[in-house]
């Protein structure tokens, strides 16, 4: 990580909030504060590392709960004295067990609603079935029959997508999802990653799909 820690611009009391975020889900997990070692053990080690106002202390993300912290990557913004972490979340980074530390609104209610993050849950639990055991798992029962049969369920699924058309739109919908389902199946049996598919959207923006096809055939 190359982080210049002279950029920061630390307060009074040396600390700076430092914001973590999932750099697979992109859901916002926590907000907490480090001081000038609390940032530099980070980056020496790739784990996140924090400083706790209460105990007056550096602990380490997940030291005792296992739920830790693995650094990407770290942001600061324009005036230098507020932290942005791209973490790999290992576990639940909330101490109540929930997905975030932000599930509460004003109003009262919980939860947020589910949006892509919820692609990159799904991603994460399908990497899990890998070292499942096919009995007990649809999906690890479908890496284990292999490409061919993974294949057959996303063209089978496609062909239910284009029936469920005229079927209205719940049913659309719950075929979409089965499709792209089986489809993340796929990516992951090839050990494609989310960032790697959103990369190329990222890359494809702003291209008109005429000018996409024409790089295609020019092997760009």
Known sequence: MDVNVGDIRFDEKGLVPAVSQDILTGRVLMLAYMNRE???????TGRAHYYSRSRRRLWMKGETSGNVQEVESIYYDCDGDTLLLMVR?????????????????????????????????????????KSA???????????????ERIVEKVREEAGEVVDAVEKGRNELIHEICDLWFHTMVLMCYRDIGLDEVFGEFARRFGISGIEEKERRKKGQ
């Open 38 to 44: 609390a940032l530099e053990r980070t980056i020496s």
């Open 89 to 129: 979340q290992k576990g639940h980074p909330c101490h109540t067990g929930k997905k975030t530390c932000f599930f509460r609104t004003i109003d009262g209610r919980e939860e947020m609603p589910e949006t892509p993050h919820v692609l990159g849950e799904l991603y994460r639990v399908l990497v899990e079935r």
């Open 133 to 147: 055991s096919p009995e007990r798992s649809y999906v690890a029962d479908l890496y284990e029959k292999g490409i």
